[in-house]
């Protein structure tokens, strides 16, 4: 799961993407408007976390953005003042949630954990398809009920793939959801075919199917069919 941080007081800006990258989390950063506008307009992301106060402009506005290009990005506004007007603007324009600053990161971890649950995965801990099991709390993978040990970067790609099931995902896509915004994208094409082959040979040898199709020219599609 890929994170935007937009964020001006830049300790919070570097506690924030510490904490996240530690719970697996890949981070981008943004430390003003003009930044943070253009990754929005460039780069999809699974959740935003928007600080509203910003030297060069208003978060609320970076919002509308977000919410014309990133449909389907959760966004969680973290403001210093605790003003009600700030809360239902932000509310109104599409956030998911809204937190007072200071806050614990343990407070941010759990909303981060709830609207991903809410936006990306059916509402539960637990994604399902037939004999594979994602769970997100644990970040774990089993397979016909055996635990099976997958690298941050496997499970992050099967969990894109759970999450997206039955669309085509470009390699570009794919590369984008999984690495940090400047990856160089020749190589990581050829991580991804890396770490597709360690995923299926792995899900093969807990006696699992490979619903993993590729389609040449286009990408790939996680399918039953
Ligand atoms: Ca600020």
Known sequence: MKILIIEDEIEL????????IKGAYVCELAE????????????EYDLILLDIGLPDGNGLELLKN???????????????KNSL???????????DDYLTKPFQLSELNSRIRAVLRRRKFDGTNVLKFNEISIN???????????DITF???????????MVNKNRVLTKEAIAEHIWEDNIDLANSF????????????????????????TLYGMGYKFSEK
């Open 32 to 43: 003003s408007f003009a930044k943070a506008d253009e990754k929005i307009s460039i780069y």
């Open 85 to 95: 007007d700030d809360k239902i603007g932000g509310l109104d324009l599409g956030a």
């Open 66 to 80: 977000i919410k014309k290009r990133q449909l389907n990005t959760g966004v969680i506004i973290i403001s210093a």
């Open 13 to 20: 800006l570097i506690a924030i993407s510490n904490f996240l």
């Open 136 to 146: 997100t709390e644990s970040k774990t993978v089993s397979i016909n009920g055996t």
């Open 151 to 161: 690298t941050k970067k496997e499970y992050d790609l099967l969990l894109f793939f």
């Open 190 to 213: 050829d991580f991804i075919y890396t770490h597709l082959n360690n995923i299926r040979r792995k899900i093969k040898a807990a006696n699992g199917n490979d619903y993993i199709k």
